[in-house]
């Protein structure tokens, strides 16, 4: 695995020939996108996939280039392999919601399913589908397989929804770009207008921050008009329930602030009207809240004073699979990270294996740890903290954007991986 090796020996070794190694993509795929519908359910110690169905869809956003992930990121991962030679044609990295309720006390005690959804390229010729789960020592098992003929007549081929589509920002070729689909979440019919207003405005705020500023024309926006019957989102602990397009809501895992939606299976048949990498929700609501998981999704309020500033911390999340970096806010996880295990995150670290993350960055006269004074309020250092935990778990500043809402943007380190996941998808 790559962990076992310094950071500099994988880039001059190892990243080179993975690189070369992808796949030349009309050999193995046709530019349309092959979906996988399944719930991913069980408790806090185990993992079950339920395969719901297989959808064609026409328009896949991602990279013709790079089809195999080399970073290594997410807490899940699913990979596609030529079934008669078992060559590794696609791979990528995620992290769903059922992860994170798999940490919460209800998981000890019940068991639960989640919607889940996976996209690659539409293959040629049959495959084998590979679902893995990163255990506790930080490798990935093995949680379902199954075979896939892209000519079997089960897989439907559906027209995708009349949805009108705004297109906030087209910078030039899908498989070129890094896509963004933006979801309006209880916007009534006649709240478009809001909602496209509210995705610049969210939008604007993303670039005027480090390092998106200077990639804006690397990024591919639309905003889809889907309408909800009634405004605004699902508060249970206030006991207001909203009929919405995507049913999101507040309280997820009894934390109020926490918004997400785990209806997936609406918001990708509302995506698939244009090509993407990314879905983001935004919902009709001046309550502060959102949630991000790591090429899965991205929710964020947008009336609330601080909307903005959680717009982006959220797609630091989603996009580029940030850890949180705070450790003193109420959360419903416990035992999240292993501390004998190097997190996958690249803003946070346990120090066992510091070589992988940003010990280069760290100066010959800064301490390790370095001490949360005035005097190291500017520099990269081994902040004790983050990751939910005040001991034993590692950031890179005193203060992030990561961290809190207040810093004007990302750190270093932080920029330095969307720097990487722009670029990923640019290529």
């Known amino acids: 695995m790559i962990r076992k090796w310094g950071f500099i020996s994988f880039l001059i070794f190892i990243l080179p020939q993975v690189m070369l190694a992808q796949l030349n993509f009309s050999d193995h ?18 993992a079950e996939v339920i395969l719901r ?45 059922f992860q994170e309720w798999q940490t919460t006390d209800e998981a000890k005690v019940q068991k639960r399913g989640f919607y889940q959804v996976a996209i690659f390229p539409f293959p040629k010729k049959t495959c084998r589908l590979v679902i893995e789960e990163r255990a506790w020592d930080g490798e990935f098992t093995e949680v379902f397989s199954t075979q896939i003929d892209p000519e079997d007549y089960f897989i439907l081929e559906e027209q ?12 030039g070729l899908p498989q070129k770009k890094v896509d963004v689909v933006i979801l309006p979440e209880g916007y009534m019919a006649d709240e478009m207008d809001k909602f496209v207003a ?13 390092p998106f500023s200077q990639h804006k024309e690397d990024f591919n926006w639309y905003a889809v008009k889907v309408p909800s019957v009634e405004s605004g989102t699902d508060i249970p602990g ?42 983001y929700l935004l919902v009709n609501t001046n309550q502060y809240g959102g949630g991000g998981f790591y090429n899965f999704l991205s929710v964020t309020s947008v009336d609330d004073r601080l909307s903005e500033t959680v717009f982006i911390h959220e797609f ?32 946070i670290t346990t120090l066992v294996d510091f070589d992988l993350k940003w010990n280069g960055m760290v100066g010959d006269n800064t301490p390790r740890p370095t001490p ?31 961290k809190s809402n207040g810093p004007n943007g990302f750190c270093p380190v932080c920029q330095q991986a969307i720097e990487q996941a722009i670029e990923w998808h640019c290529e």
């Open 53 to 97: 169905q297989l959808k064609k869809e026409p328009h896949y956003g991602g990279s013709h280039v790079n089809l195999i992930d080399i970073y290594d990121l997410g807490t899940y991962r699913y990979r596609l392999f030529d079934q008669s030679s078992n060559e590794l044609l696609f791979s990528k990295g995620f992290c769903p919601v």
């Open 160 to 171: 995708v929804p009349a949805y009108e589509v705004a297109e906030l920002s087209l910078q």
């Open 198 to 210: 509210d995705a610049n405005r969210m939008v604007r705020s993303l670039f005027e921050v480090e």
């Open 316 to 347: 630091g999340h989603g996009f580029a699979g940030l850890a949180d970096e705070y450790y003193t806010s109420d959360v419903a996880y416990s035992e999240y990270y292993n501390l004998e295990v190097e997190p996958w995150e690249p803003n």
């Open 238 to 279: 206030e006991h207001i329930y909203k009929n919405t397009a995507f049913n999101s809501h507040f309280y997820t895992f009894d934390t109020p602030r926490y918004l997400t939606s785990q209806d997936m299976l609406s918001i990708h048949d509302a995506a698939s009207v244009m090509p993407y990498d990314h879905i």
């Open 29 to 46: 795929f046709i530019n349309k996108v092959l979906r996988v519908d399944y719930l991913l359910t069980g408790t806090d110690s185990t």
């Open 372 to 402: 949360r004074t005035s005097k190291y309020r500017d520099v990269v250092g081994v902040f004790e903290g983050g990751g939910y935990l005040e001991k034993g778990i590692y950031s890179p500043v005193m203060d992030c954007r990561m």
